[in-house]
């Protein structure tokens, strides 16, 4: 049975990093733009097509495969940002409607191009590590290292850097960052393609892992949101925890309660998290 | 005065062509799901249906007593959702009169449409496969019910032979992973106490539409020493089901009654055994059998493009072979309005297309089917049945 329970716990953290380099990209977006940008799930739809066609397809190394899906994400969300979303700063409801169109339009396009048929990639690393009667696909754990090192690496260049600090400058104080001489318009607009690249990133590597379908994005996008509120909007390193405690919390209420409402699980401790901290668990912190 | 009269007899003769056009054309309906991950069961049958109408319309149509008639399709897509479906349904019957509706295959969308359908029996006839049609059959102002596949249970269902046919394999546990939705629910009801009957003890777990990590519930699952795993229903779980249960070494031996070959096929060197229902393995049929051979070349040349083996073997159920069942009974019937006479022809003849296919007093149909069970060292050995 405690395989079973330390399994789930790191299948969960595993499936929780995901989560997590998804909520980055809200809590950055919303830092930065003042909208929740809900169509980062069809980004993340996108980049897993695109690691899917540019590895399977045209018959890249999975690695490039990877990279060129990161930076056609960040494109997209480059071109959808000065064709739409600029427009929509610092305006909830009309980046909340702009994203939801995209998500229509993107999926739709989706269903057209790669039909509803699920699409599998080639098993990129297969076999698993076996250690102490547990049993974790290798592929999963080069996945969890990855995303960890990108957080990281996030988080490090947020903290170290100039336009990290910047960045955090104009989320703390939009006007007297511009008088500081912040290049807010850039800022924006670069934050939005690097969100963008985190959400095709998530979604190259969830390609070596999970089948495609045009929809994959909506439950992750959930998910995500989930996983930032649930840390509390802004904090980078509470995006990544938020993410690992409602991977785990599924994971493991999946072993004890019916699997059929894994979903409920995540959102009732969301619920309870917000009874007792409404601002979320590691608010204030970065 | 002149020019008036031209005008008024060419209005007067439009008028009739176009009421003539109108006449001699049978407009199917088709409310299947053709987008989403709900697709695979609507998407072939729309296919398969078009290709037919248009062989029969390009071959000059049909002729019923005096006249000719040729066909229109009017297909719209339900996406899977049970009111998108409800309001085509109206527009179908109430709007475009259509006497002669396909689909649908799935118990959702039909659980959703059937109370307004009921009160138009005796208007039309709906052709579905929908597992939820079956427990309407034969039922009070349900005579619009036809059903197009084979029941999973009964001394002829394609479960209960699948069942006998795990039995002989050895199977002693059996874990059940359905998705918690209105068919999976009703697939436990159905197999269950077929499985029970057997003497196979199964153990059953509901997961949540749009699981990609079945890591929990396959470890629960495997835990308990199950020998098959049994897993649906379409393949857009099926692939992400097989490979975690098989990476993991959790499960090597598979038992399906829907869905196709692919996922086992992809994950081949990690599997002991991998039974399945198909109502067509297209692959060695194409060898086999001419009429197959001509359906995926006259495919091919329609579409333009490659033949989707993996879907094919869901045109079994309210596809191409049921618009020429229909047209034969229409003619046999000697009307293409009088849905009772029409009903009567389908329910009497055995139609020998892709598919023999039959209908049981209760308008159920009953067709050939393959059991394919592919074995370490992927041979695949298939073996059709012909239901009594």
Same mark, same amino acid.
């Given at each position: ?286 | ?43 072939? %049958? ?212 829907? %869905? ?129």
């Amino acid at each position: 049975m405690w395989q079973l329970i330390v399994g789930q716990l790191l299948n969960g953290a595993i499936v929780g990093t995901l989560y997590g380099i998804v909520a980055l990209g809200v809590t950055l977006t919303f830092g930065i733009t003042g909208i929740v940008n809900f169509a980062l799930g069809v980004f993340m739809m996108l980049g897993a097509y695109a690691a899917w066609y540019f590895a399977d397809t045209v018959g890249l190394p999975y690695p490039l495969a990877v990279l060129t899906a990161v930076v056609v994400t960040s494109f997209a969300g480059l071109v959808a940002d000065q064709a739409l979303f600029r427009f929509t700063r610092n305006n909830l409801v009309n980046g909340l409607l702009v994203s939801i169109g995209m998500i229509a339009v993107m999926e739709s396009s989706a269903l057209l191009i790669w039909t509803s048929t699920p699409k599998e990639m080639h098993h990129v690393l297969p076999g698993v590590f076996a250690f102490f009667g547990l049993v974790v696909p290798k592929m999963k754990l080069v996945v969890f290292g990855l995303l960890l090192a990108v957080i990281f690496a996030t988080y490090a260049a947020l903290t170290k850097t100039w336009s990290g600090r910047a960045a955090y400058a104009y989320a703390q104080n939009a006007e007297a960052a511009a008088l500081m001489g912040v290049p807010t318009s850039r800022l924006q607009t670069g934050v939005v393609a690097y969100s963008t690249g985190l959400a095709g990133l998530a979604g190259a590597l969830y390609a070596s892992l999970y089948s495609l379908e045009p929809t994959l994005g909506s439950l992750f996008i959930l998910k995500a949101v989930e996983a930032a509120i649930l840390a509390g909007i802004g904090s980078v390193a509470g995006a990544l925890l938020g993410g690992i405690i409602l991977g785990v919390t599924e994971g493991v209420g999946s072993i004890y309660l019916p699997l059929a409402f894994r979903d409920a699980y995540g959102l009732v401790f969301l619920v309870v998290i917000l009874l007792f901290k409404p601002s979320g668990l590691f608010a204030g912190r970065r | 005065m002149t020019r008036r009269i031209v005008s008024l007899v060419g209005a007067a003769a439009l008028t009739v062509s176009v009421a003539v056009y109108a006449q001699n054309v049978v407009k199917i309906g088709q409310i299947e799901a053709q987008t989403g991950t709900l697709a695979t069961y609507g998407w072939m %049958g729309h296919q398969g249906a078009l290709l037919a109408v248009d062989e029969i319309n390009r071959a000059g149509g049909f002729r019923v007593g005096s006249k000719t008639y040729k066909l229109e399709l009017i297909s719209p897509d339900t996406r899977a959702n049970p009111q998108e479906a409800l309001i085509q349904l109206k527009q179908l019957l109430e709007q475009q009169k259509v006497r002669y509706v396909f689909g649908p295959f799935l118990t959702n969308v039909f659980n959703g449409i059937e109370p307004y359908a009921t009160q138009n029996n005796g208007k039309f006839l709906m052709l579905g496969g929908a597992t939820a049609i079956h427990a309407m059959l034969g039922k009070p102002n349900h005579d619009y019910l036809i059903r197009t596949w084979n029941w999973d249970a009964g001394a002829s269902g394609f479960g209960q032979l699948l069942v006998d046919y795990l039995k002989k394999q050895g199977a002693q546990k059996t874990a059940m992973l359905f998705q918690n939705d209105a068919f999976g629910k009703v697939a436990v009801d159905i197999y269950s106490p077929i499985f029970k009957q057997a003497g196979i003890d199964l153990k059953i777990e509901l997961f949540e539409p749009g699981t990609k990590d079945f890591s929990a519930p396959l470890a629960k699952l495997s835990a308990g020493q199950t020998d098959f795993l049994f897993p649906g229903y379409t393949d857009a779980v099926l692939y992400d089901i097989v490979r975690q249960a098989t990476e993991g070494g959790l499960f090597k031996r598979f038992f399906l009654v829907r %869905g196709s070959m692919a996922p086992g096929q992809k994950n081949q060197d990690l599997i002991d055994d991998y039974i399945a229902y198909l109502p067509k393995y297209f692959e060695e049929a194409e060898k086999k059998e001419p009429k197959v051979k001509a359906f995926i070349t006259a495919y091919k040349a329609f579409y333009k493009q490659d033949f989707p083996y993996d879907q094919a073997p869901l045109c079994s159920s309210s596809c191409y072979d049921h618009v020429y069942m229909l047209v034969d009974a229409m003619k046999r019937a000697g009307t293409v309005d009088d849905v009772a006479k029409v009903k009567k022809q389908l329910l009497s003849m055995t139609y020998n297309g892709l598919w023999n296919i039959r209908f049981d007093s209760t308008g159920e149909a009953v067709f050939d089917f393959d059991v394919l069970h592919m074995r370490k060292g992927r041979a695949i050995s298939v073996t059709r049945i012909n239901p009594k």
